[in-house]
């Protein structure tokens, strides 16, 4: 008898024991690829990867020369993949003074994108700067083509332009999907008429979706 007693007590003892022991991540971790440069930013996104997160803030104002900001090659083009972006709190400024430039960061072919804000304090953002600007064109900061898809669950989203910043967007889809989840702030605050009256304001296209495209709003808040 005595030693069925010990016998229980052991077992119970290990029974303690193994509700101490942390259970063991089901689910590895993500590889993040950290990006401090607009450079390390642009490799990252031809390399495919598929976690990318903002190191620190990234400003191309004077990416090629001082003021010039980013040109046509310099497009960040998501294609044919999957990949979630981590602003992080951090700020990533896309300038240009290229008349030409319509687009700063594309989605395109069946990608999908994710983007979010990790931080506490949730001050993530990317603005889209198009420093010239003509009337009867359209700037837009981020563009969802044809099957492609964005996600939206964190962070600002913005569009200024000069002269005419009511030709500015800052999220257009044609053909594709845009979910807006809680937390986000979508804002383009110029009365949208492609430049030509630009004494008004307010009514500007923060979020357009045109040509058979899909959104979903799940929260958000959209100035403009």
Known sequence: MKKTRQFFSVLLTLAMLLT?????????????ETVNTFEELQTAVK??????????????????????GL????????????????LNGKTLTLMTRLLTM???LRVYDGSNLTIKDSSSAGKGEISGDFGKTAGDCDYRTIFVG??????????????????????????????????????????????HDRGYAKDLDGDGYALHIAEKSKAIIDGGEFIG
């Open 20 to 32: 101490l022991v942390p259970a063991t991540v089901s689910a590895a971790e993500p590889e993040w």
């Open 47 to 68: 390399a495919k990867k598929e976690y990318i997160k903002l190191g620190q803030d990234i400003d191309t104002t004077n990416f090629h020369s001082t003021g010039s």
């Open 71 to 86: 040109e046509v090659e310099d497009w960040l083009t998501f294609e044919n993949q999957t990949c979630t972006l981590d």
């Open 102 to 104: 319509g687009v700063f």
């Open 146 to 191: 044809e099957n492609g898809s964005l996600t939206l669950e964190g962070g600002t989203f913005r569009a200024e332009g000069d002269p005419y910043p009511t030709a500015t967007e800052a999220i257009y889809c044609r053909g594709g999907s845009v979910t807006v989840k809680d937390g986000v702030t979508i804002s383009q605050r110029w009365f």
